[in-house]
């Protein structure tokens, strides 16, 4: 439930301060990796459209060239591979395991020494070379995939802005 809470403050505090300054690409990134761990606890519909939404605001973090390339190119990777987790037709869903390796694969670029980045990427290939998905089969990657993002989230919690004073009274 603090995870959730946290998250949610951060989503607040990101899309609070977008209008003051919407070409700050570490606060659209920030949005959209907290949309994106957000989406974990939702279901169907909700979460595909948050998952959606979080691709859409690191996407255009990127255009703004964040300090942290490296950790919104693997995000969006995570992103990509949620959702195509998500869809039921194969075709498309192979198609985002297909984004998701590209995204793995330049964050991976980015920071060769990340073991994080390399695991996710050699996941994501794993997946998108083959012609039917078998979760059975795959499921040691998205374990590591899984504690790659419980890592994850927790340096994000640690690279969070406080939140905001309580109002006056």
Known sequence: MEMLLSLERARKSAETSYPQNPRDG??????????????????????KQMISDAIS?????????????????????????????????MDAAALYFEKATMFFKQASDADPSNDLYRKSLDAAAKISKKESININYDIFYWVILAAGIVAWVGFAKSDMSPPPPPPPQ
């Open 26 to 47: 570490d606060n659209l990134a920030r949005w959209g990796r907290a949309l994106l761990n957000l989406a974990r606890f939702e279901h169907g519909v909700e979460s």
């Open 57 to 89: 605001r690191l996407e255009k973090a990127l255009t703004l060239k964040p300090k942290k390339k490296h950790d919104v190119l693997w995000c969006l990777g995570n992103a990509y591979t949620s959702y195509g987790l998500l869809t039921t037709d």
